[in-house]
């Protein structure tokens, strides 16, 4: 379980215990390549299918056509796929090369010197120069600080741009600069993982450097491979974690592939399909054998052997399944992957998803889930960073009791608090030096003297600001002691210890002592409900609880702010715990909060701070939007209830009284919270059928006994409710209500800006990450990354619909006509003796696959069945795309059935029309062809909504296409079909016929299409119509005026309804639970149903016009 | 109404903002209405006019087309004689295949027919095959392409069994579609005076250049155990064989006539033709039906009056989907993209506020 480094031992690193620094990132070598490729290519059903199919084609007795009519297109697609795997790693040992062959300065037998970063081994002490990149996972040994403090940026690993500082061992203080060359000891610490906040371990140094105290070291001790050494002259460590096992390569890993709706779908349909081919080869390979034994016999010229071989049964359906094995398209897979690539491209693409601030477009990480995006239900988001800018502003503070800011909104401004801060005023002052100084920012001061903050949280860098505007200037960081100027005085204080924050503790502390008169002080901020509870016995903190209401109710965050003077022994006989519990291996982190609260106590409360994060242009709009597409919106936050609540209000996320009701689970204890939930649910129930807004609100402590123990409760709230405030919730809480959500077949997306909502996004369906001002942490983990919460509007309705109804296009149609020829092949059988003859030749067969049919219909990536404003106006249309009504087995069902009817039309006019002296195989088997060509460059023809020059060239162009490669095929003598195509172009009857096919095969399709088109349109339908006559589509809006609603205004009161205060009316419940409703969408219910469920939804959402 | 303002204005603004920044930033992605899915897009929509014309047109020009069609397919005169059944004589009439197969029977018979009206010349001589397959998987890969184009490919019978090797060596040409050759001959007479069949050029010529070689001739043909069809003169190349040539282009259907040869004379109508049938080829044995055609020609083709009818239905029924949709829209017109219709602006209360 743990791990002994000895610094600067060769001895020890010459055995070679763990591994060494060569970083190896690749999937493959070029050995393994291509049976690990093929390997992994071959776990998938599809390919494993077309391998048997290829196989038996080479089997020449029961092979209908040219085994190269699979296996062209098989090797066709399996090297595609190989080249793209080969290129990547390729491109991945490039990369590690490089890493592995930087030069880096160790220390080798006392000695530096320069090599390469791939021989490091453990215990190696490593040399850095600023702006190095760190090789390996190292511990500080030393800096060119004389405090020994070095500056890191870790945006490699975490995304966070800031500089973090990080400190050597204390042990190792003051060692002078030629020791270090010298220095032996051992560093205890665990084997390899890949928590980058973490780092649990001791240190002890070997004499001379002689000290017999266990150092214990923390993740502040460590540089991580892959940061950056920053305004740090040198820095050196000794390798405690190398190559693969350092704590980026331990995280690093593939995450699992994600599988659209849509794809499920398809493979749904691929099976159902498969099981139709069965059971179609068994039923023509039955009634083979039986024409055989009673006709074909009689047939002396097919001179059948009275007597076959043992598997002469098996012959005939072996026969068909390799007929019909086109049945299942082997382009779909190819075709799929190349219109979605395209799909993220047009994401990245997009002008209009620029963050103009920033100038950072829109990313798709994953290319393979653009239709998930068109089929979302539910939104989890995150709020800070996400619905608000995460740009802190110190608005308002109340000290001891008196509230500053107030009538001008801001704190800065009131003439008051100046006037109070230049009386120095003891709390005021006290309060005003927690806010400088009870934090882990540094300050940069930049050549011109001005003074810049580096803080990793948003709030302490407003809080340090404002102090800084209230002239209490955080001047200077140096080693341990803080500089403040106040007024043209220089006021020291010592750091003596930080108490960290966490998200479990919700406060942060640190012990300082007071340079002058050596008082030494803790200082505390935090949440209400962290700080008030250790507030000293004697103390009021009714102001407080009362301010942090206000603050809240205006959408502020809060943070109260305390201190208390320590005796030296107190700290003392602490401090020495602190160091104890800070040295444990295990559950370092409890034991530390555990210690941390023996101080924390007794507390004076200052006051409380109300910062406030503006809300990101444009986010209420997107919101309203896409609640009327019928996305479901659930608000998961860190923050205060009351906080929550005002920005789900002015973001229109909830309405205000009397539309919108809000329901509270509560209660600390399990019957409590088992009550409440009770309650909720039967007044969730009972309005359901109303038109009104009902969302509930529900904080981590009731969400965790609620998960925990009434899940199936919760799980039918959770599909009742289409508003949802989770606030106090945990990172890994988060993460459990999009479990949830999914695990009622949901398709959830889970928008978030920082670290703590990765594990949600990699859990969602659809992750989204605003690439924000808490780094890139969640954009990474993201499948989207976009840079601000409006674009979501565009991604879903735009890209993600799009992509939906094009994909629902494209895999239907890869199977019509893939079944297309196929019913025709069937059909031959009748007429040629059921013996498996192929009516095409190869050539046709895999032209036809390959290329007549799948170059049209990939241009359909470029097809708008609306206009993208069209869309935005109507959001209620994305409906189709969540409820699955474009590709679902019904819409499969009438593909299918088009499919069959063109083949029958096909068949029975080509071979009516080709009979008698004209019956040749070889001109038939082209008459049957064309018209199939001809058929489904009409059917691409009538499904395309808007035919750009592109979709002209590649519908047109592929029917001459079709020709050219034909007269090409007919102009060889060795071919087949020598001179047939000359031939057939010539007769009258050819172009004849191939007309006839396209009326007979399109006059009742226009014919249905129109009247469904003009009598029973679908809402998409009556859309085209309005926005292609430039009707008075936009009187329809029912969006409601937009208010440009902030903070300061004021919000209209809202009760959270208490479920007890109310007498909610008990109405039978509807007969159809909300769960059978939404679980119809997919399998494609009829539609006046659903529309009488959702009508309630809608008017909600229209009504006040 | 306000909200639409706002969104297509912020949507202005947004793309003019985009257009100044783009010089700025070297990230962003080049403007081009393809990335931007904004390529110039007509967007045609079933109008009742749209739709309406197009079947009407359909109609217009389908039965015109279907009429020339089936008045082409009436002018062809086509005479045939089925002689399977008639060409057994009555002791034979409940053992055919014993006649059929014996060495002894004379084959030999002799059928009138009548021409009921003026054939022009050239007049084609088919002979047409029942329930025949042709297209039998068994059958129809049996042949070796290499072996008739040239020399060189004698001995590719691969594909060929059983028909592919004999006793002494590679069959030319082998396998069962040519070993299956038809061998019934006809002699065609007019008043007692022969009229000539001209057996030359009714193979493709391209089959004759390209397909069977100059320089392959027949070898081991129906020299087996089993003999099949017809024989063939192993002095005459395959090329100039073109009965085979003609016989080898397979049907794809179980009923297909193959060209036997023209008459270049006209004749008259009530003209009695006897011909003179050799009754070799054994349709007996599977119940296939033999018979003799006589058949005119015009730029359709042969008789055929599937196209002709398929086309005035085509066209009618093109032309009733056009009335019924005309009836349908004075009877219920539906204004197209009426707001109305979508679900979400009515409002189940029955009034918008």
């Not at chain 1, 950056?228 to 096992?245: F, H």
């Not at chain 1, 690539?341 to 994953?366: C, Q, R, V």
């Not at chain 1, 507030?535 to 702010?561: I, N, P």
């Not at chain 2, 050759?181 to 250049?209: H, M, P």
Request: aromatic letters at 10%.
């Amino acid at each position: 379980m743990k791990r002994y480094v000895y610094i600067n031992d060769d001895e020890a690193s010459r055995q070679q215990l763990y591994c060494v620094n060569r970083i190896s990132n690749r999937k493959y070598t070029v050995l393994n390549f291509l049976p690990k490729n093929l390997w992994e290519q071959f776990s998938r059903f599809m390919n494993q299918y077309f391998l048997l199919i290829a196989c038996l084609q080479l089997w020449s007795l029961i092979t209908p056509v040219n085994p190269a009519s699979t296996w062209g297109p098989l090797i066709f697609i399996f090297a595609v796929s190989a080249t793209k795997e080969a290129w990547d790693d390729y491109n991945r040992y490039l990369s590690d090369k490089k890493a592995n062959e930087k030069e880096v300065w160790v220390v080798r037998q006392g000695i530096k010197k320069h090599i390469q970063a791939q021989d490091i081994h453990v215990g190696n002490i490593v040399w850095l120069r600023e702006n190095d990149e760190v090789p390996c996972d190292l511990v500080l040994m030393g800096t060119s600080d004389p405090q020994g403090l070095c500056y890191i940026e870790t945006s490699a690993l975490d995304g966070e741009t800031d500089l973090k500082t990080r400190v050597i061992p204390s042990a190792c203080m003051g060692i002078d600069f030629e020791l270090l060359h010298k220095i032996k000891g051992l560093v205890e610490c665990p084997n390899p993982d890949k928590d980058i906040r973490r780092f649990d371990a001791n240190l002890r140094l070997f004499p001379p450097f002689l000290d017999n105290d266990v150092c214990p070291l923390t993740i502040k001790n460590t540089i991580l491979q892959s940061c950056y050494l920053r305004n740090t002259e040198w820095a050196c460590g000794v390798a405690v974690y190398t190559g693969n096992e350092t704590k980026l390569g331990m995280s690093r890993g593939i995450p699992e592939p994600k599988l659209t709706a849509v794809d499920a779908m398809i493979d749904k349909l691929t099976g159902a399909i498969f099981v139709f081919q069965i059971v179609v080869v068994m039923v023509l390979g039955i009634a083979g054998n039986v024409w055989k034994d009673t006709e074909a016999r009689k047939q002396w010229y097919v001179q059948y052997p009275d007597k076959g071989p043992w598997y002469e049964l098996l012959v005939i359906p072996l026969r068909f399944e390799l007929l019909c094995s086109i049945m299942i398209p082997i382009s779909i897979k190819v075709s799929l992957d190349l219109v979605k690539s395209l799909y993220a491209k047009f994401i990245d693409w997009d002008n209009e998803m620029i963050d103009l601030e920033t100038g950072i477009p829109s990313h798709a990480t994953n290319t393979a889930i653009s239709e998930d995006l068109g089929q979302v239900e539910y939104i989890l988001t995150d709020k800070t960073g996400t619905l608000t800018e995460n740009r802190m502003i110190f608005r308002r503070c109340c000290i001891s009791g008196i509230f500053y800011g107030n009538e001008s909104g801001d704190a800065l401004k009131d003439v008051e608090l100046l006037n109070a801060i230049a009386s120095s005023s003891t709390h005021v002052i006290h309060f005003l030096t927690i806010m400088a100084i009870c934090n882990t920012v540094v300050p940069i001061k930049s050549k011109s003297g001005a003074i810049s903050y580096k803080a990793q949280s948003q709030d302490e860098d407003a809080l340090v600001n404002a102090a800084a505007r209230l002239h209490m200037v955080y001047a200077n960081k140096n080693g341990n002691i803080l500089e403040i100027r106040f007024h043209g005085l220089i006021i020291q204080y010592e750091i003596l210890e930080t108490l960290e924050f966490t998200s479990d503790r919700k406060r942060m502390s640190v012990v300082v002592k007071d340079c002058q008169n050596g008082k030494i002080l803790l200082l505390s901020k935090g949440a209400d409900e962290a700080i008030l509870p250790c507030a000293s016995a004697g103390q009021q903190t009714r102001t407080f609880v009362d301010a942090v209401e206000q603050y809240a109710q205006l959408g502020l965050r809060t943070l109260c702010l305390a201190w208390r003077e320590l005796k030296e022994n107190e700290y003392r006989e602490w401090s020495f715990m602190f160091k104890e519990a800070s040295s444990t291996l295990v559950d370092r982190e409890w034991r530390i909060a555990e210690v941390c609260q023996r101080l924390e106590h007794n507390l004076e409360v200052l006051g409380v701070t109300a910062i406030e994060d503006r809300l990101q242009d444009g986010v209420p709009e997107t919101i309203e939007t896409l609640r009327k597409a019928g996305i479901n919106f659930w608000m998961l936050t860190g923050d205060k209830q009351n906080t929550a609540i005002q920005i789900a209000l002015s973001c229109n996320f909830i309405s205000p009284e009397p539309k919108g009701q809000l329901l509270l689970i509560d209660g600390k204890t399990e019957d409590e919270v088992c009550r409440s939930l009770e309650r909720v649910l039967l007044t969730m129930r009972s309005t359901f059928s109303q038109p009104k807004d009902v969302a509930f609100v529900v904080d981590g402590w009731a969400l965790e006994i609620a998960l925990r123990h009434h899940w199936e409760a919760f799980t039918e709230l959770a599909t009742l409710s289409r508003t949802a405030i989770c606030c106090r919730v945990t990172p890994s809480q988060k993460a459990q209500l999009v479990e949830l959500l999914k695990s009622c077949d949901y398709r959830t997306l889970a928008i978030g800006d920082g670290g703590n909502d990765v594990r949600m996004i990699q859990q969602a369906d659809i992750g989204v990450g605003i690439s924000g001002r808490e780094g890139l942490q969640a954009a990474r983990a993201a499948d989207y990354s976009i840079g601000k919460f409006r674009f979501l509007k565009r991604l879903i309705l735009v890209h993600g619909r799009y992509s939906y109804n094009r994909t629902a296009f494209l895999s239907q149609y890869s199977f019509y006509k893939s079944l297309l020829i196929c019913f025709i092949q069937i059909f031959f059988s009748f007429i040629s003796g059921v013996s498996g003859t192929s009516l095409f030749n190869s050539v046709s067969l895999m032209a036809y696959n390959v290329f007549y049919t799948s170059i049209p219909v990939l241009v359909s990536v470029l097809d708008k069945d609306l206009n993208e404003e069209t869309v935005m106006q109507h959001p209620q249309i994305l409906f189709y795309c969540q409820a699955g009504r474009l590709l679902n087995p019904s819409t499969f069902a009438g593909w299918f059935g088009r499919s069959l009817f063109h083949a029958i039309v096909v068949f029975v006019i080509s071979i009516n029309a080709y009979a008698y002296e004209k019956s040749e195989m070889e001109e038939l088997s082209m008459v049957a062809l064309s018209g199939c060509i001809w058929l489904q460059a009409f059917v691409v023809a009538l499904e395309t909504n808007s035919f750009t020059k592109l979709q002209h060239l590649a519908i047109w162009g592929n029917l001459i296409a079709f020709y050219i490669i034909n007269w090409m095929f007919s102009a060889l003598p060795s071919s087949g079909m020598y001179t047939i195509m000359f031939r057939l172009c010539r007769q009258p009857s050819y172009w004849i016929t191939v007309f006839l096919i396209v009326a007979a095969g399109m006059g009742p399709i226009l014919a249905l299409k129109y009247f469904r088109y003009t009598y029973r349109p679908s809402k998409i339908n009556i859309l085209q119509q309005a926005e292609r006559r430039g009707g008075p589509i936009l009187s329809l809006g029912s969006i409601e005026p937009l208010q440009a609603r902030t903070i300061e205004e004021d919000v209209s009161p809202l009760s959270i309804t208490q479920p007890k205060n109310r007498n909610p009316v008990y109405e039978p419940l509807l007969s159809d639970s909300p769960n059978s409703t939404r679980r119809s969408f997919g399998s494609g219910t009829p539609f006046d149903f659903f529309q009488s469920q959702r009508l309630s939804s809608y008017s909600r959402n229209c009504k006040d016009n | 109404m306000n909200a639409i303002g706002a969104a297509s204005s912020g949507g202005a603004t947004a793309a003019s903002d985009s257009s100044t920044t783009t010089k700025k930033n070297s990230k962003k992605p080049k403007y081009s209405r393809f990335t931007q899915q904004e390529l110039p897009a007509c967007k045609p929509i079933l109008t009742p006019g749209l739709v309406i014309t197009t079947f009407i047109v359909i109609g217009i020009i389908f039965i015109p087309v279907g009429l020339v069609s089936l008045f082409a397919s009436e002018k062809v005169v086509e005479i045939v004689d089925r002689y399977d059944d008639g060409c057994v004589p009555r002791n034979y009439s409940n053992n055919k295949l014993a006649y059929i197969r014996s060495k002894l029977t004379d084959k030999s018979c002799t059928r009138t027919l009548n021409i009921v009206k003026p054939m022009k010349s050239p007049i084609y001589i088919y002979y047409q095959l029942d329930n025949f397959y042709q297209n039998h998987r068994r059958y129809v890969k049996s042949r070796s392409d290499k072996q008739l184009r040239s020399k060189k490919g004698e001995s590719e019978t691969k594909l060929c069994d059983p028909e592919g090797v004999s006793a002494n060596g590679p069959i030319v040409p082998c396998g069962l579609i040519a070993w299956s050759l038809f061998n019934d001959t006809y002699k065609f007479k007019v008043k007692n005076k022969v009229l000539e069949v001209n057996k030359k050029n009714i193979a493709w010529k391209s089959d004759k250049s390209k397909k069977f070689g100059s320089d392959v001739y027949p070898k081991n043909f129906q020299s087996g155990g089993l003999i099949g069809g017809g024989q063939l003169n192993s002095s005459i190349p395959l090329s100039e064989q073109e009965n085979l040539i003609v016989w080898m282009r397979t049907a794809a259907l179980p009923t297909f006539r193959k060209l036997y040869g023209k008459i270049e004379e006209d004749l008259q109508a009530n003209q009695q033709i006897t011909v003179v049938i050799q009754n070799n080829y054994n349709t007996y044995s599977f119940g296939g039906k033999k018979k003799l055609v006589l058949s005119t020609t015009t730029w359709i083709g042969g008789k055929n009056d599937f196209l002709g009818i398929a086309y005035v239905t085509v066209g009618g029924l093109c032309l009733f989907f056009a009335i019924s949709f005309i009836l349908l829209y004075v009877v219920k017109p539906r204004p197209l993209g009426d707001p109305s219709y979508l679900s979400w602006n009515r409002n189940p209360a029955g009034h918008l506020n």
